[in-house]
């Protein structure tokens, strides 16, 4: 079989709107060759053993199997970065909470930035490459998790950051920071999505929160103030209908300038509150 006719079998196997794209990445990843070259030599013979590999690729696919799990990678922001079944896999949306936070940093500014639920360190890294000059901090309760990412911080040469084992802010005491990020899990518990697609295999401790999908936002939105400093940033995440109760929220705890930017899609998905200038004795 040559290049251009396993494409062609695996899309036609696959049979979803991205299926040309992934058949590409997943043959590439087997051949250890860019799109250029598939394109370059779409006549090529498949040998056997290389034919058999990529059929074994397009059937754990099928079965449902994200491409990011199978590849082991995954882009965010520019950067490739090494993702397992231990991590939520980064997606394109979550960029934008990257974008905001990085709108509240200056170029040169050595600062102190948190990024709770850290995972594969995708927020964290990011926000460390575009901003050599502040101290990031990644945390997250799963130490398989926290392996990822300090190794992708290895493999990136990112160095402007550190990471801790912590269930959110528990092993950060007396610890404050400029600005506090997170992708915190937020969707329902029961939400029947959580048994579909690419969703099946993550960690289901990074995708649901409780019957509302907003413990976990509670939690942080709850501990925040102890952690921010005056004029501190807290922005976070969410899913597409919570922005009124998140607004809510920080509200309640004290935070101002609160305000909710859209994704991709339009929807609803990051909401930024502040610390008043006087800190608040909200958890006095």
Known sequence: MIVKTALKSATFQL?????????????????????????????????????????????????????????????????????????????????????IALGKILDNEAIQVLDLGTGTGAIALAIAQQRPQAQVTGVDASSAALEVAISNSQQLHISNLHFVLSDWFDELTGTRFDVIVSNPPYIEEADTHLQQGDLRFEPLSALASGADGLDDIRRII??????????????FEHGYNQAEPVRELMAKTGLVNIETFKDLGGNDRVTIGKNPLIVSTHWD
């Open 15 to 99: 049979a979803h709107e991205d299926a040309a794209l992934e058949a590409q990445l997943l043959l590439q990843h087997v051949l250890k060759v860019n799109r250029a070259w598939l394109i370059a030599h779409e006549n090529d013979n498949v040998a056997a053993n290389i034919q058999h590999e990529f059929d074994t690729l397009i059937q754990r696919r099928i079965s449902g199997e994200p491409v990011a799990y199978i590849l082991g990678q995954r882009e965010f922001y520019g950067l490739n970065l090494a993702v397992t079944p231990a991590t939520l896999i980064p997606r394109p949306d979550t960029e934008i909470l990257v974008d």
């Open 222 to 235: 709850d501990g925040c103030l102890i952690h921010l400093k005056a004029q501190g940033w807290l922005m």
